[in-house]
């Protein structure tokens, strides 16, 4: 290993975070975490790292971004026939991790996902914008493909069929849903001794909360 590599570091000082001071449930906790990030303007906010696995237990991981969370759980969108999509089908257990290095802090989330209602997954559809939903037409997402001019001119051809602006959701396109059993919030500390509040779900459907060892 890089001698330089093996050199940086970061001593973590900015807040803390206690049994006591930790809210009820993991919803509660991360609402509140995440208008602290959003008062802080950190960029690309709701970038999260989704990791997945497969059938035979071999893990993926990629950035997708956060489009809605309540007590139900986290929404992300994607295309259904993806790599992540079919992992999902196989294995329908996903983590989340977020990571706001500018407040020090990390969720971890895990859990099991489904999909989002057609009408949710047509809501945002809706919402976004024109090249965006053009875009979802155009890739097959995770296929090889023969080079970036074939991708182009596929979504020329897909502009060509919606002329009139008016792009309805593909099937093969929508919502899933990450359903926590596990959240962790770890607040980076001095000296590597981090604050790490777990929250795990109980099959009462409480959440019972304890702290790790950094």
């Known amino acids: ?28 906790q991360f609402e509140k975490w995440w208008k602290e990030a959003l008062d802080s303007h950190i960029d690309e906010v709701n970038a999260m790292t ?50 706001w290095k500018e407040l020090e802090r990390q969720v971890r989330i895990s859990g099991l996902v489904v999909m989002v209602s ?32 074939w ?15 008016l792009i309805e959701r593909p099937s093969h396109w929508g919502g899933y849903r990450v359903r926590p059993t596990r959240v962790e919030f770890w607040q980076g500390r001095p000296n590597r001794l981090h604050d790490r509040i777990l929250y795990s779900l109980e099959k009462t459907g409480r959440w019972k909360i304890g702290r790790l060892a950094p």
Do not use: C, H
């Open 118 to 149: 057609a009408a949710e997954s047509d809501a945002y559809f809706n919402s976004r914008p024109e090249g965006s939903r053009i875009g979802a037409w155009a890739s097959p997402q995770s296929e090889f493909i023969e080079n970036r001019e």
């Open 1 to 28: 290993m890089s001698s330089n590599i093996a050199d940086i570091r970061k001593d973590y000082k900015l807040q803390s975070l206690s049994e006591k001071d930790a809210l009820p449930d993991p919803f509660a």
């Open 50 to 99: 989704l990791a997945t696995a497969s059938a035979d237990g071999m893990p993926d991981a990629r950035i997708v971004l956060l489009k809605g969370f309540d007590t139900q759980g986290f929404t992300f969108f994607t295309n259904y026939s993806s790599a992540k999509g079919n992992e999902l089908l196989e294995n329908p257990r996903a983590s989340l991790v977020f990571f």
């Open 151 to 165: 991708l182009e001119e596929n979504e020329r051809k897909m502009r060509e069929q919606f002329p009139d602006g």
